[in-house]
């Protein structure tokens, strides 16, 4: 059973999509019956204890649960899931096969798409862009998009790491460390050859130059 209603009030998204207001059933820790909040699209797009403020928006087959709040203009929308105790903002965006969950953070105009992930402590906030394959988490923060980057195609697997300049932190798969610990790491499996190594000679050049 959900926590609150769809009203008759509705707005028609960018998409096409007819959204209906929210509004809650029953008193919780999002205010008592009969406060309102944002818009969905449908009952699927919010579940737990999730709640969506203001004239932020949630739709398509976009999810949100657990914890997770949406404030003011924000938007989560396409196959995206926004959940555990993440929060938007602002004019933030959410949306393709995007994840944002743990105690991430959102907002500005910043945007996160395609098949990125954000987690963890991480914020990306300004008119950051999150994209691709990206993983952000930690305690990274992302205010504008030369504040990380990716490089894919590396190793025999064509992996993509995630590099965050903020914590000097690399992302490759299941791996998360810093350039010590990646340098340990790729020198274990690959012994001194493949493209690991010029990629790792760029990106000590690059914190060296963050330094300056």
């Known amino acids: 059973m959900t926590h609150y209603k769809l009203t008759d009030e509705t707005i028609v998204s ?28 449908k009952e699927s797009n919010l579940s737990g204890d ?3 403020y203001g004239d932020a928006q949630v739709y398509g087959n976009a999810e949100m649960s657990g914890d997770a709040k949406v404030f003011r203009n924000a938007k989560v ?61 930690g305690n990274a923060w992302v205010e504008v998009t030369s504040d990380y980057m990716t490089i894919s195609s590396l190793g025999n697997s064509a992996r993509t790491i ?21 340098k340990e790491a790729v020198n274990s499996k690959y012994n001194g050859k493949g493209n690991y190594y010029p990629t790792i000679t760029y990106i000590e050049t690059l914190f060296n130059q963050k330094n300056k």
């Open 77 to 137: 929308y396409g196959n995206a899931q926004v959940y555990g105790n993440a929060e938007m903002s602002g004019d933030a965006k959410v949306f393709g096969n995007a994840w944002v969950y743990g105690d991430a953070k959102v907002y500005g105009n910043a945007k996160v798409y395609e098949n990125a992930k954000v987690y963890g402590d991480a914020w990306v906030f300004g008119d950051a862009k999150v994209f691709g394959d990206a993983k952000v988490f």
């Open 50 to 52: 999730a709640w969506v």
């Open 162 to 182: 995630t590099i965050t300049f903020s914590d000097k932190m690399i992302v490759a798969g299941c791996f998360r460390g810093t350039l010590a610990e990646f």
């Open 14 to 41: 960018p998409e096409g999509n007819t959204l209906y207001r929210i509004e809650l059933t029953q008193d919780c820790k999002w205010g008592k019956a009969g406060t309102k909040g944002g818009y969905i699209e």
